[in-house]
Structures are given as C-alpha cells and as structure tokens.
C-alpha cells in the first residue's frame, strides 16, 4: 500500500478484542472493516489478556478478508504496550482515542517506526485514524489530520466529545463539530468518517438510516458502528443509489457531448451544468466504481 492510498470503507464495526465468540463471527455481520476493541468494551482487569490476545484474533478476522483495525488506549503506558502487541501483518490501522494534537499522532507515528523494524515490516505499514473527542483535538484538528501520511481518515467520538463539553451528543450540538471533522479530513486528502449523532443510539433504525443519509450529504464516505443492526444500513446508503448513477452518467453524457461540439455550457434535466457538477457526477461514478 503507498502512503496515501486509501481504503473503501463504508462500515467498521466495533468488536471487543477478548470476548472469543465476538471476534470469532465478526466476519459474518457485513461490515468492511472490524475493530478489534482495547479500549471502551474492555474492563480495565482484562486489558492485559485483551492485549496479549490480539494478534490471533486479528489473525481470524483477517483470514475472511476484511480488513482489521485496533483500537488501542489512551493512557500512554497502556498505549505503549497496546502499539507493541498489536502492530503485526493482520492489522491494517491503529484507532487513537482522544488525540489532541499533531504531536500525539507523531509521537505514535514514531514509535510505530521502531516497532514495524523490530519485526520485519515496512516502515508506513500501519495506517492511523485518530479519534477526535475533546475540545483540545476539535482546535487542533488541522494539524491532527496532517499531522503523519499514516493518518487514512478522521473520526469524531460523539459520546467523548460530548462529556468534555457538557453537552448530551445530541444531532445540534454535534453539527459543527462533524462538519469540522470532514473539512479537516478533506483538506488533508483523508476519509472523514462517522456521522451527526450518538454513535451508542442503534435502537431507532429509522432514525439511524436518516442520520446516515444526511452524512453522506454532508460528505462524510463510511462510518463506524457497535451494534450489527447498523452494518447493513451503512452499506446501503453509503453507496449511490442506482438512481444515482444514472443521472450522473446521463449528466456526463450531455456534458462530454457539449465539449465535442465546442459549448462550454449545458443543461441536464432543466439544470446548467459546471464544473462542481461535473465533479460531484464523477465522484459517483468513483464511488460506484469503487464498490464493483
């Protein structure tokens, strides 16, 4: 993989990395990519088993093929020993909670360097997707997301965020901060992930599927989730319809056409075409193209 070429994820979900029977069917519940859980899901007198235990359960996970993420702690003597146990050919990205500068992904980035050589994997193997959850990572999130060509995307920790703050991690008070989130993640050429809401919410499915759509409106590309139920509304939505896809080729159809005959302009379907439009049409094109 180079250094920033990025993965087509619509869904990640959350599995905590010591519970066997969870690790063991998590290629079955849909999503794209798996997250094997130090962190959240994991009581604080099972780190240790967790973390001697994750290599072999991302090598399960990877054996069907998907791609496995860990996320590790926060605390950095946890973190140190996660980045140890955890850094191997099965684990595609490393999930960093609650990162508040560029300097905490380039201190990670760093240590990856050393531990990578230490067993014989090239240097930039694991990828980083640091997790935005306080009102320290929202200000730097600029340089967060810059902040290394491991980073591939950035994620908003709604139910964190919301605490340091003092907020509930309600659909307002949540807005700006997950717009920030794509912004950022799209200036520095990254996936911005997650949507405008409580990640923890799967109750309401209809309610979910809405928050979905409205993500993708606002160009978020994929999410994560902890609960089965929500894989196959991501997948679903985080794709172009067929509708989509049509509109965007007959678009482009027109607009191709145009150019032979030397106009610069067009209308499709009662509206003039330009070049944010060509683009837009392109991208769902990519996007369509992308998932096969």
Known sequence: MSARELPSWRSALFVPAHVEKFVSKAHTRGADAIILDLEDSVPLAEKASARDGVAAAA???????????????????????DLEASVCAQVHTLAIPKVASGDHIAFIAETLDEIEVEKGLPVGHTRLLPFIEGLDGLANIRDIASASPRNLGLFLGAEDFSAEVGMVPAHQGLFAPSQQVVFAARRAGILPLGFVGSIADYSDLELFRERIREARAL???????????????????FVPSAEEIAHAEGLLAVYEQALAEGRGAAAYKGKMIDAPVVARAREVLRKAAARG
């Open 59 to 81: 090598a399960t996970v990877a054996a069907h093929g998907l791609d496995v993420l860990v996320r590790i702690n926060r605390p950095w003597r946890l973190a140190v020993r």
């Open 219 to 237: 160009g978020f590309v994929g999410a994560l989730g902890i609960h089965p139920s929500q894989i196959g509304i991501m997948n679903e939505e």
